[in-house]
């Protein structure tokens, strides 16, 4: 697969302005994965079968923006995925601050069983078109998969995490935005 790293935008950079992100504050019971301060994630395209798909990222003022347009022939998939260590010890849910444009994107995740036998994790983003909201995203009962086909596999296990993203593969061409203020593993 073909990935590109994340950058941090310049000042003269316009995407998203600390002015139009209102914090919010998380809950004490769960541990922050990521305020996107530190940009440790990448973009991973279909490239490696052929695809086409694009995306990009940019970090500012603390907000992953991350678009592109979805080629539907020859791949049809982008993701964007972050390391975890030891985070989500005791976590039955994810909570996202996002803001998106309605396309059906889920959350991604691996854990080091997951690493052996290739299979990644998925659950849908229940989130609507709009502005910013947060969305919980059970980590129980997720579908394994093996590049994209489902297969039966061990549940996964959030105390051995090692990735965590954010998958759009929803078969319809065209262009995405999704942007993320934080991620939150919650008890």
Not at 67 to 95: K, M, W
Request: aromatic share 8%; with cysteine; glycine share 12%.
């Amino acid at each position: 697969m073909t990935s590109a790293p994340i950058v941090i935008a310049s000042p003269t950079t316009m995407m998203v302005s600390s002015s139009t992100v209102p914090r919010t504050t998380r809950s004490t019971n769960c541990v922050r994965l990521t305020d996107f301060e530190d940009p440790k994630w990448i973009i991973v395209n279909d490239g490696v079968m052929g695809g086409r798909s694009r995306a990009q990222g940019v970090i500012e003022d603390g907000v992953l923006t991350w678009s592109g347009t979805i080629v539907t022939i020859g791949g049809g998939f982008s993701s964007i995925r972050g390391p975890v260590d030891g985070e989500f010890a005791g976590a039955t849910s994810l909570t996202l601050r996002i803001r998106n444009d309605g396309r059906r994107y889920e959350l991604l995740v691996e854990d080091a069983f997951s690493e052996r036998a290739r299979v990644t994790h998925y659950n849908p983003i229940g989130a609507i078109v709009g502005g910013w909201q947060e969305v919980s995203v059970p980590l129980t009962e997720m579908e394994g998969r093996v590049f994209g086909n489902p297969v039966m596999a061990e549940p996964f296990v959030p105390e051995l995490a090692t990735q965590v993203g954010v998958i759009l593969a929803d078969g319809i061409d065209g262009e995405f935005q999704f942007e993320i203020d934080w991620i939150d593993a919650c008890p």
